[in-house]
């Protein structure tokens, strides 16, 4: 082989490693920084079956391009709540066995088969969309306000928190 044929190769191989470095970092988490949701001292009685189920939508797209990209599997963490997925929750009028009452919506909340959790493996939809929803049951009282919530998002790329602020 001849020199130049190799110098070739070698200098089209690097370019080739450089692009698919490139395309693996071009996403981006999209999760908000602080969200605000309703709180009220008669809800933060602990295990007394008033929660506010606060939904937080994350998205994830190609930096370069603005494309929502769908798949992408995202960990999160909660603390001072737990956490549902969308899918998993649903509402009814009039109250049902073991279901709690859910102030935000002034509606009654059924428990997941699988419980809440403080850990959830997600993976964005079609349009790089995912819901979840932070359920709060009691929050700590820091002398002036309640304490915020916090949440995690982690993808491949990147590590998103969230204050969901109680006013």
Do not use: K
């Not at 020199?3 to 996403?27: E, I, N, P, Y």
């Not at 649903?90 to 809440?116: S, V």
């Amino acid at each position: 082989m001849s020199r130049s044929l190799l110098s070739t190769m070698t200098t089209f191989s690097l370019l080739l490693a450089g692009c698919a470095d490139t395309a693996v970092g071009d996403t981006q988490l999209l999760v908000p920084t602080e969200l605000e949701f309703s709180w009220d001292e008669e809800l933060n009685g602990e295990d007394d079956g008033l929660v506010s189920a606060v939904p937080v939508d994350l998205m994830v797209y190609d930096a370069a391009t603005g494309v929502p990209v769908a798949g992408t599997d995202i960990e999160l963490s909660v603390i001072g709540a737990s956490l549902a997925l969308e899918g998993d929750l649903f509402w009814y009028d009039d109250d049902c066995a073991g279901c709690l009452f859910d102030d935000r919506r002034g509606r009654f909340l059924e428990i997941p088969a699988a419980g809440f959790t403080e850990g959830l493996q997600v993976s964005t939809d079609g349009e790089g969309f995912v819901r979840v929803f932070v359920v709060v049951d009691a929050l700590e009282w820091m002398g002036d306000d309640y304490e915020p919530v916090s949440l995690r998002a982690v993808d491949a790329h990147s590590q998103q928190d969230c204050l969901l602020l109680p006013r």
